[in-house]
């Protein structure tokens, strides 16, 4: 392995059970804002907590920021910063305390540890909470000193579980502003797991895809997006005639009502796509090249693995079943 990656694992496979939660999975992050991106039960806290050394692996072996996931965890989770995705603060805990004491776990001396609490809690915007108890806090206020708790020691890397959970939009905004700037400055890294496709693209510009513990894509996103480049058209009558002319002529063709996109194959694809409109006699009210989101990127590469999924609400939802607590039994019994 090399150090050329701020995270990398190679056939990592991890187990519970006879369920395989990480199936051999090979990643290599570089420094700078990826995103771990994949439907609930895809892996992502699974991959977190094995990377962080919180619990074993079955297979396979990880290096994050050069230290072996298998024996160096408490080095690992000495130099990262970690914001878990279950509840890990003391209710009963002002916020300056309780970051502080954040600092003094990994090995701060108590008053350094103090006046970084001080800083950090105005960072992320709780400069005149500071002194408030947690249990009073709202949810963004919670992930806020949660967020101040894992970058106390200012770390090179940051590893944040679906940060944006459970906040209102204003609040959602402010996290990933403050994300995007813990990354722009001074060169450090950021791992963001999240299900939201929206989060990911705003803060981060590369991406590891998980689907059922498998990886289904990883790289930037721009390079990832070019894979597939669609024309958008919008169509008056005959849309059916049109969606099949094309398709008989060998197009791949995604429609929604009157509008269809086409897999653009080489330049010619715009000249058929009109030929093929004036034989089918639809009119064709607009024709652009089509700007891909994740979601569009998501589909493609699941229609390509062979899975049938009309659209990724059907999997990047939060219903109820999924507020489950994930943290590991032995952090839940210390209280953190
Ligand atoms: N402690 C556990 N024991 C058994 N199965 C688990 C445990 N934690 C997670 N799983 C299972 O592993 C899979 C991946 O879960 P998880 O890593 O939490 O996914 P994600 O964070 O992407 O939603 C799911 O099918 C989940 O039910
Ligand atoms: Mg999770």
């Known amino acids: 392995?090399?150090?050329?990656?701020?995270?990398?694992?190679?056939?990592?496979?991890?187990?519970?059970?006879?369920?395989?939660?990480?199936?051999?999975?090979?990643?290599?992050?570089?420094?700078?804002?990826?995103?771990?991106?994949?439907?609930?039960?895809?892996?992502?806290?699974?991959?977190?907590?094995?990377?962080?050394?919180?619990?074993?692996?079955?297979?396979g072996e990880g290096?994050?920021?050069?230290?072996?996931?298998r024996t160096e965890g408490e080095n690992i989770r000495s130099k990262i910063g970690y914001l878990p995705e279950y509840d890990c603060l003391n209710p009963g805990l002002d916020a300056i305390h309780q970051v502080a004491y954040s600092g003094e776990l990994i090995g701060m001396n108590p008053t350094s540890a103090m006046q970084r609490a001080h800083e950090v809690l105005e960072y992320v915007g709780l400069r005149d909470q500071r002194y408030r108890k947690i249990e009073t806090f709202s949810t963004g206020m919670v992930q806020a000193t949660k967020l101040a708790c894992s970058i106390i020691h200012d770390p090179e890397l940051l590893i944040t579980d679906e940060p944006s959970n459970g906040l209102d939009s204003r609040a959602r905004e402010f996290m990933l502003k403050t994300l995007q700037?813990?990354?722009?400055?001074?060169?450090?890294?950021?791992?963001?797991?999240?299900?939201?496709?929206?989060?990911?693209?705003?803060?981060?510009?590369?991406?590891?895809?998980?689907?059922?513990?498998?990886?289904?894509?990883?790289?930037?996103?721009?390079?990832?997006?070019?894979?597939?480049?669609?024309?958008?058209?919008?169509?008056?009558?005959?849309?059916?005639?049109l969606e099949r002319e094309l398709q008989n002529s060998g197009y791949e063709v995604r429609r929604t009502g009157r509008v269809m996109r086409v897999v653009r194959q080489d330049e010619s694809t715009y000249a058929a796509i009109i030929e093929s409109a004036a034989k089918s006699g639809a009119q064709l009210r607009r024709m652009n090249d089509h700007e891909p989101s994740l979601e569009d990127l998501f589909l493609?590469?699941?229609?390509?693995?062979?899975?049938?999924?009309?659209s990724s609400a059907e999997l990047f939802h939060f219903g109820p079943s999924s507020s489950k607590v994930d943290a590991p039994s032995e952090l839940k019994e210390v209280g953190r």
């Open 300 to 310: 493609v590469i699941m229609e390509r693995l062979g899975y049938s999924v009309k």
């Open 1 to 59: 392995m090399s150090d050329q990656f701020v995270i990398e694992t190679n056939d990592l496979v991890k187990s519970y059970g006879p369920h395989i939660a990480l199936d051999s999975l090979s990643l290599k992050v570089k420094a700078g804002a990826t995103g771990l991106l994949g439907p609930n039960g895809a892996g992502k806290s699974t991959m977190i907590k094995t990377l962080l050394g919180l619990i074993g692996v079955t297979s």
């Open 181 to 241: 700037q813990i990354v722009g400055e001074g060169g450090r890294s950021l791992l963001m797991a999240s299900h939201l496709m929206d989060d990911v693209e705003k803060v981060c510009d590369r991406i590891v895809m998980l689907h059922k513990g498998r990886l289904i894509a990883q790289g930037r996103i721009e390079d990832l997006k070019s894979i597939d480049q669609e024309i958008e058209i919008h169509v008056w009558g005959h849309a059916s005639e």
């Open 63 to 69: 290096k994050v920021l050069g230290f072996n996931i």
